[in-house]
């Protein structure tokens, strides 16, 4: 099954890759008016006044070996809204459902505030910002997370890169939790870029042999998005091996996680599709 995984996310990216490479009304310098609002699939990046848009983000994944709402192996599905508020203010906010093998449903969500103190003013060069947010996760617990984010645009790469500190209010959990990613892509073609992603989860796990998570997780793996010219959607895939770095002697929560699974390695592949309001 794995192989087969990969080979589809290959032909996709030849599959898109072509066809940017036939698409001759695609500005090579870069189009911010079409830009992908949320290129990256595990980092949050801000937006800029040269672009202030609001877009709505459908994401779905499929794992092998993963623990879901939806139950093992499973599917996992998101919407998210993001939208620029004036003054490098971005708002980034997200609800999942997911329905249970015994018939119930159950339900997360998640909010935050974005602001950049470096860069934000221009679609180029830097920024590096701070969030404040809260969430609910699948067992009604809530928390409070801060984000460290930082990107670099250029013509022909961006890269972005979180950094998210969470509390739970909830003693079975762990003090702060500590999560981070980062995601690096490079024109090939018109508005086509590839590159990777990677992403560290529950880190804490490292001096923790209590983790609540299950312990420390990684992921790295290529990623892909594209926007066709001219047209308000953008999609975005992604997918890797999941790799667990330590383990906990704890049974994993249901905090929540990008990389969720049962204790033990497996992989998981994400797309996304956006859809720009503005």
Known sequence: MKRELYLILLLLTLSLAGKAQNDHSINPTGNFVTAAPQPFLFSVNTLTGSSPYWSLNYSGSYGERTLTPFGYDGVDQQLAVK????????????AAVGFARDGGTTSSQQAELMHDFIGGKQ???PRIGLSLGGSRDWTNVKSIFSRVTASFDAASWRFAGNLRFEKAFDKSRDGIDLVTSFGFHH?????FFGGVEAVGEDLE????ADEAEG???LLVGPSINYVPSGSRFGFSICGGPIIYATHSNVVPSEAIRDLSTLSQNGYTIRAQVSFNLH
């Open 83 to 94: 939208g620029y508020l004036g003054n490098r203010f971005t708002l980034y906010a997200n």
């Open 123 to 125: 679609p180029f060069g």
């Open 187 to 191: 024109r090939i073609a018109g508005n």
């Open 205 to 208: 796990g490292f001096w923790e």
């Open 215 to 217: 312990g420390a997780k």
